[in-house]
């Protein structure tokens, strides 16, 4: 009976086409599997893959790397755009565009190793610290090759460091960390800031016994760190000098806004605390952020920072060693004394309306020496009346071609001084 059966079975022609399906089906399910396990094992035997998450240092070297390196030529189907924007002191501009990889896979050939590259954008996920879409960069070559990827990262890091060479790197805060902020600027001469007699000077001899003095501080058992105060009225010169200072010393500056958003007292500890080696930390305004105690000690305007927050992060027991601060405001009077004092404001500096020595000097810049009766003229006419050195340069550029001019119309700037 049984035979008769599958006789009868094998004699059905939807039941062979059936089963003959099923077994292709399943031959074929067998083989993808097969298929995609032996990849993973292939893939895992003989690749090797590197993750570079947009939050690390290394991000932005890498993608700059590839588009830039003259040892490597890459691939790059999509691209994206850099734009860095630049203002000058005098009032222009300059717009630089740099293009590099893009979201997407891209190959390139570094060392006679090929490597692809995909950039993930994460559209759902973003990085708290400046809200911008989470970003990965992973790098996959074969398992031979790995040992070129420390020396990838060091040729990225070296090509990143050589477009700093000889500026000034500004630091903006981006959550608990510092990051460039814009193109690192050339550095500035160091005399190209005409401040009052002396000025200058005492500020650069107090900043240079402090760098080269650790031990003595370290030995006395004093905080090595170090406050200043430049004060004055707008346009005389406290942020130029300071841009200068860094440039002179081989320094950065960190600019940290203590008016920004979501500023917290353990964050502003964090950063003055973490800010990049060989960098100068700026407050400008400060004056903007807390006027009096009373007022904040509750807030900081747009920031959670409080009064008291601000003073243990300058010098209290959690405070950073190696620091140098400097401080600017326009208003010293608004200023509340326990801000100022001896630890936390070290040395102060006046930069006040400009003097004849100023203006002699800036004259001689823009026109030369070549008539020092002009030149005499010019500050005898600005006599008894208050302007900026702000005011001066703008008035020297826009009479540049006419030194003659430029004295004629000088009675046009500034404001009658105070009796």
């Known amino acids: 009976m049984t035979e008769t059966i599958l006789a009868a079975f094998e004699g059905n022609p939807y039941f062979t086409a059936g089963f003959g399906l099923f077994g292709v089906g399943t031959a074929l399910a067998l083989f993808r599997s097969s298929f995609v396990h032996g990849a993973r094992l292939a893939r895992s035997r003989l690749l090797v893959s590197l993750e570079i998450p947009s939050k690390d240092k290394a991000y932005p070297w890498v993608l700059h790397w590839m588009s830039t390196s003259p040892t490597t030529k890459a691939w790059s189907p999509t691209l994206s755009v850099q734009t860095q924007h630049t203002r000058h002191d005098n009032g222009s501009t300059k717009t630089e565009f740099g293009l590099v990889a893009g979201p997407g896979t891209h190959v390139f050939r570094f060392r006679g190793a090929w490597f692809m590259v995909e950039r993930t954008r994460e559209r759902q996920m973003l990085d708290l610290s400046n809200a911008a879409p989470w970003e990965t960069v992973t790098l996959t070559t074969l398992s031979r090759d790995r040992k070129l990827f420390p020396q990838l990262l060091e040729e990225a890091r070296v090509l990143a460091l050589e477009k700093e060479e000889g500026k000034t790197v500004i630091y ?85 806004n203590l008016a920004e958003r979501g500023l917290t007292d353990d964050r502003l500890n964090h950063l003055l605390s973490h800010a990049p080696h060989r960098s100068l930390i700026l407050l400008e305004d400060i004056d903007a952020a807390f006027s009096k105690r009373a007022q904040s000690d509750k807030q900081g305007f747009a920031s959670m920072v409080t009064f008291s927050g601000l003073l ?108």
């Not at 000025?199 to 760190?225: A, C, H, M, Q, T």
């Not at 326990?338 to 026109?367: C, K, N, S, Y």
């Not at 046009?412 to 001084?417: D, K, T, V």
């Open 172 to 256: 903006s805060s981006y959550g608990p960390d510092w990051r460039p902020f814009g193109q690192p600027r050339r550095r500035r001469p160091l005399d190209s800031v005409l401040l009052a007699e002396g000025v200058s000077e005492r500020i650069l001899k107090d900043v240079r016994g402090f760098i080269d003095n650790g031990s003595w501080y370290y030995d006395r058992g004093i905080p090595y760190r170090r406050g200043y105060l430049l004060y004055g009225v707008p346009g005389s010169g406290k942020t130029s000098f300071i841009l200068a200072l860094a440039g002179h010393l081989e320094y950065n500056i960190c600019v940290l």
């Open 312 to 419: 243990n992060a300058l010098d209290g027991v959690a405070s950073s060693e190696e620091r140098i601060i400097f401080m600017t405001t326009n208003h010293v009077s608004q200023l509340d004394p326990a801000l100022i004092r001896p630890g936390r404001v070290d040395l102060r500096e006046e930069f006040g309306w400009a003097t004849p020595h100023q203006i002699r000097g800036m004259f001689r810049r823009f026109f030369g020496d070549s008539d020092v009766e002009l030149c005499e003229k010019f500050v005898k006419a600005l006599q008894g009346r208050h302007v900026s050195t702000a005011v001066l340069q703008g008035h020297f550029v826009e009479y540049r071609d006419s030194p003659k001019l430029a004295v004629e119309r000088a009675i046009q700037i500034g404001s009658p001084a105070s009796p």
